[in-house]
């Protein structure tokens, strides 16, 4: 099944976005690359201290895995799984439903994908400084994440968008 869901301006703005944040990140590190000590920390305690250093060459698995969850949702939002939205629950919808809620998910996934990546920048940008994690870091992508779900599903489950 083809996929001809088209992208509203919103959604190239999040993919730019994201596309730029990952640029970023790259030349951030390697731009500041050389200045950066022999070892840096690569690891936070429960209390998000640093509890262990490695070599900065180790900062390069952390791009690669920003670069790979890039990758991973840029190719799940290319996926069509709309015919899969036809039958939500067990319940069949109608088709102009089942779109509205494809084009939703597409679009969480795309704001998901902003966010992780930010977050990800965040640590990189926190382990290149040798400095602790602050604790609202860490909580805020999960309460970012939990606030884009509960969005999405009162978006979702609203019947206003569906006309008996």
């Given amino acids: 099944m083809k996929n001809n869901f088209k992208l509203s301006t919103f959604d190239i703005l999040l993919e730019i976005v994201s596309l730029l944040l990952i640029i ?9 690359y050389a200045s950066l000590p022999s070892e840096i ?3 936070f305690s429960v209390l998000w201290k640093v509890d262990s250093l490695s070599d900065k060459s180790s900062l390069f698995i952390l791009l690669w895995i920003i670069t790979f969850l890039y990758v991973l949702f840029s190719v799940l939002n290319f996926i069509p799984f709309k015919k899969k939205y ?17 084009e939703l998910t597409v679009k ?6 902003v966010f992780v990546i930010w977050f990800l920048a965040i640590i990189t940008y926190s382990v290149m400084n040798s400095q602790d994690l602050h604790w ?3 909580l805020s992508l999960p309460l970012i994440l939990i606030f884009i779900e509960a969005f999405y599903l009162i ?5 206003d968008t569906e006309k008996k």
Avoid at 24 to 32: D, L, Q, S, T
Avoid at 155 to 159: A, G, L, M, P
């Fill in 86 to 102: 036809l039958k939500y629950n067990y319940i069949n919808i109608s088709e102009q439903k089942g779109r509205e809620i494809y």
């Fill in 41 to 43: 920390p690569m690891h």
């Fill in 136 to 138: 609202l870091i860490i």
């Fill in 155 to 159: 978006k979702t489950f609203s019947s």
């Fill in 108 to 113: 969480k996934l795309r704001i998901e994908k």
């Fill in 24 to 32: 970023a990140i790259w030349f951030y590190v390697c731009f500041n």
